[in-house]
């Protein structure tokens, strides 16, 4: 190497360890916040919501006072559908109830006070996703029973009237669409309930702030809500395979039996997870699908008079025709 071009190496070495540091222009720092402020960030932080935050009332009626406990008040109502937003909240701490009291108004005129455990029991957040979460939270064990016994007593009749009704997993058809679909409820219902035990405070904030994006949430949030997306893509290949497969009414109670199953799928998951039962039952439940699947999965004829799947050409054996 030249003489020149060390030189130009030892320049540009005592140029790059000796540069400036710029500390750049004195202003006040982005966090240099008032104490209102921080005590607002720290409130968000730990409930998850703060001033400014809407929330619509779902109880019959929400009583506000109009002034902190320790003065004389007297007592307003919101009603059920009403919307509200969060105009302040104040510490209380003589409060042995509960110390959070938040101020909510309705409009300029109706506003008031509330504890915050009374405040949450009765609205949710003015967000649709939330209020599905609350509807779906409140009802499902009712809606998913009352499924069950409509699938029981439907298929107990059509047995009466005609046998080999189909069902998944039993006597299913040649579609991989059903069986797919109850997998994923199962292994969706196991995450719901692992997130529950392992992340409550993460689902809490997903309920406050819920979002359809799966890349803009904490990866096991996004593995749950792209799971979600799954369920209604493959529900609906799953729904449109039975119909084409299946006559009308057999399709029809198909599918009622499969949304039966689902929901059986989803009680039995969510609550065994709770005991670490359901990660063992998940991985046989898989297995299970998966040989159920395959006995019909490899059928590749019909039988002429009856359509039901055959292994070989020749007599069926559900109902005697010969096939050729």
């Not at 000796?18 to 222009?25: F, K």
């Not at 960030?41 to 730990?46: D, E, H, Q, R």
């Not at 007593?153 to 069986?179: C, E, K, Q, W």
Request: charged content about 15%; overall charge neutral; some cysteine.
């Amino acid at each position: 190497m030249s003489m020149r071009k060390i030189s130009l190496v030892m320049l540009l070495a005592v140029l790059l360890f000796s540069a400036c540091y710029n500390h750049g222009q004195q202003t006040p720092d982005a966090w240099d916040l008032t104490k209102q402020q921080i005590d607002s960030i720290s409130f968000s932080t730990t409930h998850h919501y703060t001033q400014n935050y809407n929330f619509v009332v779902n109880t019959a009626r929400l009583p506000l006072a109009d002034a902190l406990p320790n003065m004389a008040f007297d007592t307003m109502y919101v009603v059920s559908g009403e919307r509200v937003v969060v105009a302040e909240i104040e510490i209380v701490p003589a409060d042995t109830i509960d110390s959070v009291w938040v101020k909510v108004a309705r409009d300029q005129i109706t506003q008031g006070w509330i504890r915050e455990s009374e405040l949450l029991a009765g609205v949710s957040p003015d967000d649709p996703i939330s209020q599905f979460i609350d509807l779906f939270t409140n009802n499902h064990l009712l809606l998913f029973m009352g499924l069950c016994v409509l699938a029981a007593g439907l298929y107990a009749m059509r047995r009466l009237m005609r046998r080999n009704a189909f069902l998944v997993h039993f006597h299913d058809i040649d579609s991989p669409y059903p069986t797919l679909l109850c997998v994923l409820i199962a292994f969706s219902a196991t995450l719901y309930a692992s997130i529950q035990m392992f992340g409550a405070e993460s689902w809490r904030h997903y309920y406050f702030h819920p979002s359809l994006n799966p890349f803009a949430l904490p990866w096991y949030l996004g593995i749950f809500i792209a799971s979600v997306w799954a369920i209604i893509i493959v529900g609906v290949a799953a729904l449109d395979d039975v119909m084409r497969r299946l006559p009308t009414v057999d399709a029809l109670l198909y599918l009622i039996g499969l949304t039966a199953v689902c929901a059986v799928d989803y009680v039995v998951f969510s609550l065994s997870t709770l005991s670490y039962i359901g990660y063992v039952l998940l991985v046989a439940y898989v297995v299970f699908s998966w040989r159920q699947y395959r006995r019909v999965a490899h059928f590749r004829y019909r039988c002429g008079q009856c359509g039901q799947p055959l292994l070989r050409k020749g007599a069926c054996p559900h109902c005697g025709a010969i096939n050729q």
